[in-house]
């Protein structure tokens, strides 16, 4: 079972930045694409940003457009969400996420804790 185990959460002022990464378990993992989910208390999850390896197509929730930028290793198992301009209501748990095929996220990471403090 591939496990996906995040890291980089923490504490920031408004404005500031943090990069978060995220590692699957088996380094023999090769996923379809990878992504970045965060849910706040009280709201449905929401989608952040993807990368599709094929083509290295790129996708980005509108919240988070023009501040936060997705990338990854070239071992299709590796993946970043560099985060910059934070606003508080960017304050949520981030979630990893990898797929296998095309269709549905497959492998879910544990989560780390962002919070922006105004």
């Known amino acids: 079972q591939v496990q996906l185990v995040e890291s980089g959460g923490g504490l920031v002022q408004a404005g500031g930045s943090l990069r978060l990464s995220c590692a699957a378990s088996?380094?023999?993992?090769?996923?379809?694409?990878m992504g970045w989910f965060r849910q706040a208390p009280g709201k449905e999850r929401e989608f952040v940003a993807g990368i599709t390896w094929s083509g290295g197509n790129t996708y980005y929730g509108d919240s988070v457009k023009g501040r936060f930028t997705i990338s990854g290793g070239n071992a299709k198992n590796t993946v970043y969400l560099q985060m910059n301009s934070l606003k508080p209501e960017d304050t949520a748990v981030y979630y990893c996420?990898?797929?296998?095929?095309?269709?549905?996220?497959?492998?879910w990471g544990q989560g780390t804790q962002v919070t922006v403090s105004s």
């Open positions: 996420a990898a797929k296998i095929g095309p269709i549905r996220y497959d492998y």
């Open positions: 088996a380094r023999t993992f090769k996923s379809y694409a």
